[in-house]
Each structure stands twice: as structure tokens, then as C-alpha cells.
């Protein structure tokens, strides 16, 4: 093969992923632009108001179902974390500081990461399946006939559901964490509860709840915002929709990591640690 051809042919693929990544930040920022607008309508002016019925029904759906697997795959990660890390503590005669490192993994990193993970499966993907449906049958086009903003009716809702729901799945997951690691440390690591205790409220600061849920809500937003733009999009049927919905959790879980890294690094730059 001729090496100039190969070349050629390496640099178009980057170029053609470079143009796809800038269409995929680009349609996210012009959503959330567009929703942000009619949130913001919706307060400002009387005749716009968004449905609180639709609200209430996606954070039922999307939050309040949620609960069950997001408290079990957390309390998980708790066991997980107070096991794996006793054995190295136990060489430096350390077993109780289990409780610190279970808290500051859990509040900053973990919480808001493993629930954002759970919610994308359970309901980013939900999301995209079901906009994506309403567009192969043509019912937003229906909406639209009848001078109904899709994004008003159909984005705003599932955007501010996804945020809220993941703030408050935060909590109950960082609490589920917390309380898994700490019947770990009591029971089978041998450590008496007031010292775990004391250990974990001595660890915390503000700190670590403020930058663990302030990302919760950011992984909310990116979710509804991925789910609900791949949903709009769907082409070709019900193929289409299958396609949508697996995008949508490949690229939320992939966004996710990556937003999680640069708020980590942000807040370790401005000495939030």
C-alpha cells in the first residue's frame, strides 16, 4: 500500500471524528441553550408554564425507580472499599482509618459517579428510546403541526428530571456507601462503631458533600441532555431507536468520566480538597 495513500487515509479518520466530536458538543450546547431558554420563559412570563404533572411523572420514573439499584450497587461499592483497603491499612496497624477513606472516596468520587452509571442504564437509556419512538411515528411532527415546542414539552421535563433525581440518588447513595463500609468495619474488621464514627465525621468537611453533589447535578444535566438530543435525532426506525439507545449510554458514561476528571482536577487546582 502506498504510504502516502495510508496517511491520507489516517488523517481523514481523524478529521472525520474531529468534525463529529464538534457536532456532538455543538447539538448538546444548542439543546441545553434552547432548554435553558424555555426554563427560563416559563419563570419570567405568565403565559408560559411548564407542566408540573410531566415534571412529576419523569422524576417518578426516572428518580423514585431508580432508588432500589442505586442503594444496592452503592452499598456494594461500600463493602467493596472497606475490605479491599483494610488488609494494606492492617501492615501500618491502621484498620480504623477504613472509615476515612470509605467517606472521601464515597462523597467525592464514587456517589455521584456509580449513580450517574446506574441512571444512565436504567434511565438515559429509557429516555432515548422513548423520544426516539415518538419520532419514527411522528408524533413530535404532530406536535409541531399543532404549534408545540417539543423541546418545551418533551426536553425541559426529562432535563430537570435527570438533574434533580440524580442529586437526591447521590445522597442515598453516599449514605448506603457509607453505612455499608461502616457494617463492614463493625463487624467483620473488628472496629468499635463510636471510633468508626468519630473517624468518618472527623474526615468529612463541606467540601467533600458540596463538590460530590454539585457534580451530581452536572452528570444529571449531561444525561438528559445526551438521552433526550440522541432521541431527536433517531432515523431509520426501529433500528434507529436501537441505535439511539445504545449511544446514548456509551457517550453519557463516556462524557461522565470525563467531566468527573476535569472537576477533579478544577477543584484540586482551587484547593477544594
Excluded at 428518580?63 to 483494610?86: D, H, W
Excluded at 494494606?88 to 477513606?101: H, P
Aim: glycine residues 10%; hydrophobic residues 55%; aromatic residues 10%.
Amino acid at each position: 500500500m502506498n504510504p502516502a495513500h495510508s496517511i491520507y487515509k489516517l488523517l481523514d479518520c481523524i478529521g472525520a471524528a474531529w468534525f463529529e466530536l464538534n457536532e456532538f458538543i455543538g447539538s448538546l450546547v444548542w439543546l441545553f441553550v434552547d432548554t435553558m431558554t424555555w426554563i427560563y420563559r416559563s419563570l419570567v412570563l405568565r403565559q408560559v408554564r411548564i407542566g408540573r404533572s410531566a415534571l412529576v411523572t419523569q422524576i417518578l420514573r426516572v428518580g423514585v425507580r431508580s432508588i432500589a439499584i442505586v442503594s444496592l450497587v452503592s452499598g456494594c461499592i461500600g463493602f467493596i472499599l472497606a475490605l479491599q483497603t483494610a488488609p494494606s491499612l492492617a501492615q501500618f496497624g491502621q484498620v480504623d482509618k477504613v472509615a476515612n477513606l470509605v467517606g472521601v472516596a464515597v462523597l467525592r468520587e464514587l456517589g455521584p459517579l456509580i449513580a450517574a452509571v446506574v441512571l444512565t442504564g436504567f434511565a438515559g437509556a429509557s429516555i432515548a428510546a422513548e423520544i426516539g419512538t415518538m419520532v419514527v411515528n411522528e408524533e413530535i411532527e404532530a406536535l409541531e403541526s399543532m404549534a408545540l415546542n417539543p423541546i418545551r414539552f418533551l426536553v425541559v421535563p426529562r432535563l430537570i428530571a435527570t438533574a434533580i433525581s440524580l442529586f437526591l440518588l447521590t445522597i442515598i447513595g453516599d449514605l448506603c456507601a457509607v453505612f455499608a463500609g461502616g457494617l463492614v468495619g463493625v463487624v467483620f474488621l473488628d472496629i468499635p462503631y463510636e471510633v468508626y464514627k468519630l473517624n468518618t465525621l472527623q474526615q468529612l468537611t463541606t467540601s467533600d458533600f458540596s463538590t460530590g453533589l454539585i457534580k451530581s447535578v452536572m452528570f444529571g444535566t449531561v444525561l438528559g441532555l445526551i438521552a433526550c438530543r440522541n432521541g431527536l435525532r433517531v432515523s431509520g426506525g426501529a433500528a434507529g431507536v436501537g441505535k439511539a439507545t445504545t449511544d446514548t449510554v456509551v457517550q453519557t458514561i463516556v462524557t461522565v468520566i470525563f467531566l468527573d476528571l476535569g472537576f477533579t482536577a478544577f477543584f484540586y487546582a482551587v484547593g477544594w480538597t
